[in-house]
């Protein structure tokens, strides 16, 4: 009799079983009874995924595999990697999931290349940097950067990937010690902190080219193979061949141009902040005793203020953060379209319309006259009182750092064994990108407002 093979799924993985059929007579209304066992210890956690950046991306081990399954971790393919730029550049929809998996992949590079011009890291140490690079996002909340001063405070989306970093490592029972060791650079191996959070880490090689990629933008185009191709250490500390060069000089060029091309675009600039001034009036009415309509863990970050403490001294609360995504925030705010309060109806309406506000930029703040007057047209024009106005108009500063000496350098190693920093290494790289900081000035206000000026 002919054995036939079926698929048999746990979990996320399928299986190939050959089984032997049991007919108890030949009548094909007769239901056939049929037992398949399945065997934990073959599923397979070496899986495969095809990146659009890198190709076949492999998850290394079984440790990683799990960490990527925890819901904490999947949570991220719920949040968008660049915020609201997808209504700026279209493509812009890939998330903080697919980012993070990209740096796995640049990180497990990294080591391989150290491994092969003679840097000592053991098995060990290198999983400890890869589950760091690999977690170093998990902490964001919805829509990344642009509402991390809104939901919680006093607490960074770094200070929340470390606390969900000591939780995970609870969880597993130990095994990411290494790995928080590495996150939070107590490991004597610091060239691993360097690789997760440093000038030339793994984290900003993968987004320039991911978010260059989904945008369109091919200012942000760099060469990651080179780039790690030509790290290296020196007395314990990451450099890069001084071959390399003109690989890092296009490196930082691009990431400047990528800022003010991208991260700090004016219509994305517009649109954050009117999300962030949503949420704050949505905070306002929630503390007041207006009920709103929202998710419960969004409720719980709206209705209390929420900090770091907070997180320390109640274990739920990271668990309950780890609700919130993109979506809690989208639903929201499109119910609050057709909410009582008209500030909050208003500004909703026009996010979710993409009627977002004109925006005015300059090398110098603007003029509190200026930002007055504007002010007063809302009050005419929009029928807004003069205590709601800071809601439809506000001014603020942005700053790019492409490259800051002061923080961290990148460092040329000559055949000779001379160190460089590279801003005194290259004679092609303009000056100006390598200037600790660059600064501009923002205004917002509705584009209603801005023929009456």
Known sequence: ?????????TGRTLYFFNFAQSVKNQNRNQNTKI??????????????????????????????????????????????????????????????FSHALGAMHLMGMAVETLRLKGFNLSPQEAEAAILAILLHDIGHGPYSHATENCLVFDVTHE??????????????????????????NTFHKKILHQLVSGQLDMDRLDYLKRDSFFTGVSEGVINTDRIIAMLTVNNDRLMVEAKGIYSIEKFIMARRLMYWQVYLHKTVLSAENMLIHILHRARQLCESGEKLNVSPALATFLCRRITKPDFISNPDMLGIFAQLDDSDILSAIKGWILHSDPVLSLLSSHLIHRNLFAIELQNRPFDKDYIEKIGKKICSVMDVNIADSDYFVYSGSVTNNAYNPMKDT????????????????????????????????FLCYPKEIRELL
């Open 1 to 9: 009799m002919k054995i036939p093979s079926v698929y048999c799924s």
């Open 35 to 96: 037992t398949i066992q399945v065997n934990q210890s073959f599923i397979n956690k070496r899986k495969i995924m095809n990146d659009p950046i890198y190709g076949f991306v492999t998850i290394p081990n079984e440790l990683v595999f799990d960490v990527i399954e925890h819901p904490w971790f999947q949570r991220l393919r719920r949040i968008q990697q660049l915020g609201m730029t997808s209504l700026v550049y279209p493509g812009a929809l890939h998330t903080r």
């Open 159 to 184: 200070d929340l990937s470390e606390m969900y970093i000591q939780r995970l490592n609870v969880i597993f029972s130990g095994a990411l010690s290494q790995a928080l060791s590495v996150f939070n």
């Open 410 to 441: 990148i460092l040329l190693l000559y055949r000779n064994g001379e160190v460089k920093d590279i801003a005194q290494a290259t004679d092609q790289l303009n000056i100006s990108a390598l200037q600790p900081s660059d600064t501009k000035y």
